[in-house]
């Protein structure tokens, strides 16, 4: 069983940045990060996958996010520039074994927060 830790968020003012960090307790195939706004459905935002170090993106977020690996295989990053109070959200890390369609682990979130 892998676990996921994220860290990073807090609160922000419009047009500022915030880099979320992603640990894993074990080896995983693809990380992503989804988010979820109060009342809204689950979002994702963007993935990685490790091995080929494609990525993927949100329309709403591309140009200013961005999804990164660390140095070890076990940490993932998330970049986030030009925040916009609409980021306001709960974002979790999550990720799935080689060849499962499911993001089968999940950490607990980090709040983050966008000031206008």
């Known amino acids: 069983q892998v676990q996921l830790v994220e860290s990073g968020g807090g609160l922000v003012q419009a047009g500022g940045s915030l880099r979320l960090s992603c640990a894993a307790s074990?080896?995983?195939?693809?990380y992503a990060w989804f988010r979820q706004a109060p009342g809204k459905e689950r979002e994702f935002i963007a993935s990685?996958?490790?091995?080929?170090?494609?990525?993927n993106y949100a329309d709403s977020v591309k140009g200013r996010f961005t999804i990164s690996r660390g140095n070890t295989r076990n940490t993932v990053y998330l970049q986030m520039n030009s925040l916009k109070a609409e980021d306001t959200a709960l974002y979790y890390c999550?990720?799935?074994?080689?060849?499962?369609?499911?993001?089968?682990?999940w950490g607990q979130g980090t709040q983050v927060t966008v000031s206008s």
């Open positions: 074990g080896r995983t195939f693809s």
């Open positions: 990685v996958q490790w091995d080929t170090g494609s990525k």
């Open positions: 999550a990720a799935k074994d080689f060849g499962s369609t499911v993001y089968r682990y």
